[in-house]
């Protein structure tokens, strides 16, 4: 028998009993159906998160203080004071692996324009290049402050598309003024959306000033707060305790000159560095030679702790990949699990046809049929059957993933892999469960199948 004839003879036998085909397949249908859209809720999910972890900043390291610690009570991370702005400046200029680098500075003020007010979730005080180390070089208006700025601690700064919606109300804000911590601000940009972090946390909640100028006028330390430089400076504009009664040499500032007239002094702290590395590859690079650059800058001897903590933005988005993947290939398992109980479903369909049709077969061999005529046959109709259902999974599959879509906002993306898997899978199936009834069917006997009622 050729081809064609064994395809239509399959087709005839299927045809016979439309229902019983129907639910042989539904297993089938069943388990690519899951395959299907698990491989598009799973890959859509994966690139949601790439697509996040890419607008946090490529390759991005982080650069926070130490501990610190006084009669062997720690306070916390961050709560050494060691890191500087020149800090960042010798890295950028001494780090070949490192593409850009921006002091940061945090506080957590509240923003008044005429009578609306916002408190935002960040609040950062950097340099022009912060930008881009996030790769948020593009403004959506006007343009960024700049080292000229820094310098000054000029009162200007840039929002995220947040503050715009909630202080403006959605009308272009620049060169508009508004009042942080009850320092005057002109907004000279606007920043492009950004959407939400891998942590869920607004992006575009943001304002972004001169760090000096957060640092100096809204955070009021123009100081480190627990430095010998700042005693130092303090106490030369303070009457001397040797000599009681003495006046000061100097006479004090008041609070309107020190937010006018910030005195910056040599040291000043920062509250973390942010840098990207140059690529993916050079990331480790960058650790060892930042690790080795501020070592040396801090003077810490070997076998001394790091006064400061690296990290690495690709070790969040590993592990929120990993945790994905885990959670796709889990579902992926249970969908096959749907395949395996199909695959059985059919076998013991085609168990019964081959009983139901053992006096055909044997006038099929009485007429001169041969065995491996009555195999493919049988294993023919067995992956027709589970192709059949192949295709019709992967339409459900498809439309479920697309239903997820439209009502709960899932990404999801289509997967050719998936579908060319799943139609393997499914000629696989066929021919794994059908043999077994197919090789019965070509062991019967020619007499004994004729005899059979």
């Not at 100081?223 to 030369?236: E, K, L």
């Not at 990993?322 to 013991?348: E, K, P, Q, R, Y």
């Not at 393997?424 to 794994?432: E, L, N, P, T």
């Amino acid at each position: 028998m050729t081809i064609r004839k064994t395809l239509g003879t399959a087709v005839r036998a299927l045809r016979r009993n439309i229902t019983r085909s129907a639910l042989t397949v539904l297993g089938i249908v069943i388990g690519i159906a899951a395959v299907i859209a698990m491989m598009e809720i799973g890959k859509g999910s994966s690139g949601s998160i790439s697509k996040t972890i890419a607008s946090m900043g490529a390759n991005n390291l982080l650069i926070f203080p130490g501990t610190a610690s006084t009669g062997g009570v720690s306070f916390g991370g961050g709560s050494s004071l060691t890191l500087t702005a020149e800090d960042c400046d010798a890295i950028l200029r001494e780090c070949s692996a490192i593409a850009a680098a921006a002091p940061l500075v945090r506080a957590r003020p509240q923003i008044v324009y005429q009578d609306k007010n916002w408190v935002p979730t960040f609040v950062y005080g950097s340099t022009p290049a912060y930008l881009t180390v996030r790769d948020w070089s593009q403004l959506a208006d006007g343009d960024i402050f700049t080292d000229a700025d820094v310098r000054n601690a000029s009162r200007v700064c840039v929002v995220g598309q947040t503050l715009v919606r909630e202080l403006f109300g959605g009308q272009n804000p620049v060169g508009k003024e508004i009042r942080v911590k009850n320092v005057a601000f002109t907004v000279v940009g606007v920043l492009t959306p950004k959407g939400a972090n891998a942590f869920g946390m607004d992006q575009d909640d943001i304002l972004l000033a001169p760090w000096t100028t957060i640092k100096y006028r809204v955070s009021g330390s123009s100081t480190a707060s627990s430095t010998t430089a700042s005693t130092a400076t303090a106490s030369s504009n303070s009457a001397d305790s040797t000599f009681p009664g003495a006046k000061a040499v100097f006479p004090a500032q008041s609070s309107t000159q020190s937010a006018d007239a910030p005195m910056p002094v040599r040291f000043a702290n920062v509250d973390q560095v942010i840098m990207s590395a140059t690529a993916g590859d050079q990331i480790r690079p960058a650790i060892r030679e930042v690790t080795a650059l501020l070592r040396e800058r801090h003077r810490l001897q070997p076998g001394e702790p790091d006064d400061f903590s690296i990290r690495d933005m690709t070790e969040s988005a590993n592990a929120l990949a990993s945790t994905t993947n885990m959670m796709t290939n889990l579902l992926l398992a249970v969908a096959l699990i749907s395949l395996v109980v199909g695959g059985v479903g059919i076998m013991n369909i085609m168990l019964v046809s081959v009983t139901e049709r053992t006096r055909e077969i044997g006038l099929r061999m009485a007429v001169g049929a041969r065995s491996r005529d009555i195999l493919r046959q049988f294993l023919t109709e067995a992956t027709l059957l589970c192709l059949i259902g192949g295709l019709l999974g992967l339409a459900l599959g498809r439309g479920a993933a697309l239903m997820v879509q439209k009502f709960l906002r899932w990404p999801i993306e289509s997967s050719v892999e998936a579908i060319i898997a799943s139609i393997v899978v499914s000629a696989v199936v066929g021919i794994v469960f059908g043999f077994y009834p197919a090789w019965k069917a070509s062991r019967l006997d020619p007499i004994e199948a004729l005899r059979y009622e």
